[in-house]
């Protein structure tokens, strides 16, 4: 055979053996036995054994060949793979279909209708049909590149054929395993004397962590496409179904049970039809996935939070059994937080054996009527978290009582903290109204114990050390408990006193590792404010609400003596969020710790300033419809702030002055007058309004107004000495980065003002590439943007600064 004539074999065993393999796994219509299909296959590989120099990437025989794994690298997606909202009754549905119906504004609505299988969700990236990446979806933003345990499964193609085909496609969807192909697995566990799995989902994310691509190989590991991702080169159709069959069309393998139905009765009657068919189903689903078909649509609807307004999955009713409640015992939590935690009789629901079991709070506890040696209904809420739903009263009776069941008592919360002893206090609501602010009960009981509390110690700590806050390397759960439980770490701010010496005492350190902590510990001390903002553990804030508050007062004093009237004016920031904010700045032992920790060298990065969007922004009227004015809406709002030329003017007003307010009502000014009686409110009012200046975010303040000179003489030349001189400005981070990690250089980048993005577009600024850069760098090289590498990019950092 020449060559022309070998290479020509190949590529036509390889083509037979793809459409082959799209007829099985794609089509679900074979056209060739098994046996034929291992004939080809044993075709291809001894020609391919002969002819090694003839191998290519996409060959069916290369789906394992790889070396087992050092560990799995961190992949950012470039558009987030965002979680979805969940519907568990019918109610739910409806006022998701509801808000959609009347926000778009059209009724009824096209929805594309799929099972939600239960296994693990993957992103598939496709450059010229070739598959060049698969990886976890891990937090939505950053997961873990498995392409060569991806390659491995046969239901994803290795390449796409047909035509049209994007130059860059991602295709995302779910990879799990079929009932049978897991009853298959186990029972030859069991053969072999080995562990088994509990359920398919268990089983598919153990297989696709595997270190050997071949071990991944060997598991009955499936495919199903459920949505695409990015695209560049090449377009898909509007709708998301006929999407999803054009993917098809190139070979990629979808669900056979989507449907696209209309309104909320075609999902209703749908959600019906598939709850019925579930159990004959040869794989597992929780429930529906249920999305506005339209990508127009889909677009005008837009985002909230970490999900999409177009999107809703519908789940199926929890699997429910009954067993007996033998105790309830209290935990602590970061934060104080007393939660009751019902400890059972172990039972197997949903996949796993439970023996544990959330109860909430107190509230939930009274309203259950439950009691410790009751037998209660439990079920794994949404098919995660195990829950009692509700008592079996009949089993209350005595006749109906095992001999061997515990005598039934009442459930009451602890006077005193189960770890340190101090008091439980409940805490409080804080609620603003047009008429007044209030406060109520909440349903959260905490200990005041604080930073005396060594469960509530132990846990700050923890948190304090994470990776997305000071981030200090080798300070795990044993190692904190031990400097707590020793003494040596009463608060965070005891890690900074630590040395070397009194780290090797701890048990399994040596010389080495107690000097690594200990540098660890010190490299910490720089850190940037939001970072420091979210290592604190305030209560309801995270990451995002940490970021608003650095950005938004730009530094730690700001945010110190923010008044919870003045938070509420920035971005995604309420009321509760901003009393526990308030509440936390305010509390001594918190004051205490904060002062420790900077007495200690730990150096805020922060811009200094308020933000630019920020400055002179609030106006008269925006701080008189936030006073809490009975009868003072918006528009009253402006008539007093168009009347009076100052809010001093206003508050010493009297009611024969309001009446002459053009377009005041009797109600609003009844409820200015009473308001303008009342001292404690005037001194909130002016406190309030004394602050908004001193900040600069009043309009027309002093402080805004030199803000406003002060940007207004600064030249071009200066632009880079402001506090976020790259703000406006969309950064893109690729390849490996040496000196930093991504997460630090976005760190960097985000106080600097800088937006930071996952995709190279037009608008790009810049991007910063490393060792490794792939697609991103040849786009930005495509669209004529900025590139640097790393040591240009630190020495622009440092400039900035």
């Not at 239960?118 to 450059?127: Q, T």
Request: glycine share 8%; with cysteine.
């Amino acid at each position: 055979m020449t060559h022309q004539d070998i290479t020509a074999k190949l590529a036509d065993l390889r083509e037979q053996l793809d459409q082959h393999n799209y007829r099985y796994y794609v089509l679900d219509d074979p056209s060739i036995t098994d046996a034929g299909y291992d004939r080809l296959f044993a075709e291809l590989q001894a020609l391919e054994a002969e002819y090694p120099q003839l191998i290519t990437p996409e060959s069916p025989t290369q789906r394992v060949g790889a070396k087992p794994m050092g560990g799995f690298a961190e992949v950012a997606h470039e558009l987030p793979m965002l979680s979805l909202d969940n519907a568990f009754n019918d109610d739910d549905l409806a006022a998701f279909m509801r808000r959609v119906e009347e926000r778009l504004d059209q009724s009824p609505v096209d929805f594309a209708c799929e099972p939600k299988l239960d296994g693990i969700a993957i992103s598939l990236i496709y450059e010229q049909g070739l598959l060049v990446l698969g990886a976890t979806r891990g937090d939505g933003y950053t997961g873990e590149n498995i392409t060569g345990n991806v390659r491995t499964i046969r239901s994803v193609p290795l390449k796409l054929h047909g035509e049209n085909i994007p130059e860059r496609l991602e295709v995302r969807g779910e990879i799990y395993m079929p009932r049978a192909g897991f009853d298959a697995l186990n029972q030859a566990s069991i053969e072999r004397g080995e562990k088994t799995f509990v359920n398919p989902r268990n089983a598919a994310a153990g297989s696709l962590r595997q270190l050997d691509p071949q071990i991944t190989a060997s598991r009955p590991l499936e495919f199903c496409a459920y949505s695409t991702g990015i695209l560049s080169g090449g377009e898909l159709p509007e709708g998301h179904v006929q999407t999803l069959e054009q993917l098809q069309r190139w070979g990629i393998r979808i669900n056979a049970e989507m449907r696209l139905v209309s309104g909320l009765q075609g999902c209703l009657d749908y959600y019906t039809q598939l709850a019925e068919k579930r159990q004959t189903l040869p794989y597992d689903i929780d429930g529906i996935v249920f999305k506005v078909n339209q990508r127009q649509q889909q677009q005008q609807l837009g985002f909230v939070s970490r999900a999409p307004r177009w999107a809703i999955a519908r789940k199926f009713p929890a699997q429910e059994e009954i067993t007996r409640l033998n105790a309830v015992e209290f935990q602590v939590g970061r934060t104080g937080a007393i939660t009751p935690v019902a400890r059972l009789e172990p039972v197997f629901v949903g996949g796993v054996t439970v023996s544990n079991a959330t109860l909430h709070n107190m509230d939930e506890i009274k309203r259950l009527g439950v009691m410790s040696g009751d037998y209660v209904m439990v079920r794994r809420a949404g098919d995660v978290i195990p829950k009692i739903v509700s008592v079996v009263m009949e089993k209350r009776q005595k006749e109906n009582r095992n001999p061997d069941d515990i005598e039934l008592s009442e459930i009451h919360l602890p006077e005193h903290c189960p770890v340190c002893g101090s008091d439980i206090e409940r805490s409080l609501l804080n609620k603003h109204r047009k008429a007044t602010d209030s406060q109520s009960f909440g349903t959260v009981y905490r200990c005041v114990g604080r930073l005396a509390c060594r469960a509530q110690v132990k846990q700050s700590i923890l948190h304090f050390v994470s990776r997305r806050a000071m981030d200090i390397e080798g300070l795990g759960d044993k190692n904190a408990e031990q400097l707590v439980e020793r003494g040596l770490v009463k608060s965070p701010a005891d890690l900074y006193q630590l040395t070397s010496e009194q780290l090797l005492q701890l048990d399994g350190f040596a010389t080495l590792s107690s000097e690594n902590l200990y540098q660890a510990i010190q490299s910490s001390k720089s850190v940037t404010l939001e970072r420091f903002i979210y290592a604190l553990g305030i209560p309801e804030v995270g990451e995002e609400t940490a970021r608003v508050l650095a950005q938004s007062l730009g530094s730690l004093n700001r945010i110190r003596e923010a008044l919870p009237q003045l938070l509420v004016f920035l971005r995604d920031i309420g009321q509760e969020v901003a009393a526990e904010i308030y509440n936390f700045m305010q509390d001594s032992h918190n004051q205490d710790v904060m002062d420790a920790l900077l007495a200690a060298g730990v150096s805020l990065k922060a811009s200094g300033e308020v933000a630019v969007g920020l400055r002179g922004n609030i106006t008269f009227s925006d701080l008189l419809s936030h006073l809490a004015i009975r009868g003072v809406g918006p528009t009253s709002a402006k008539a007093l702030a168009a009347f009076f030329d100052n809010p001093e003017q206003l508050f010493n007003t009297d009611a024969a002055r309001l009446a002459q307010v053009p377009g005041l009502n009797s109600k609003a000014q009844q409820g200015v007058a009473e308001c303008l009686k009342d001292s404690d409110w005037l001194d909130k009012a002016r406190t309030l309004y004394q602050q908004l200046q001193d900040f600069g975010l009043y309009a027309g303040s002093e402080a805004a107004q030199v803000a406003a000179e002060n940007s207004a003489e600064s030249s071009s030349e200066n632009v880079q000495k402001n506090a976020q001189p790259l703000a406006g400005e969309t950064w893109v981070l690729t390849g490996t980065l040496e000196v930093m990690t991504r997460d630090e250089a976005k760190d960097q980048l985000l106080a600097l003002g800088a937006k930071v993005s996952g995709s190279v577009s037009g608008k790009t600024a810049c991007v910063v590439a490393g060792p490794g850069a792939g697609s991103k760098l040849t786009k930005a090289e495509q669209l004529g943007v900025k590139v640097i590498d790393e040591a240009t990019f630190l020495t622009l950092v440092e400039s900035l600064k």
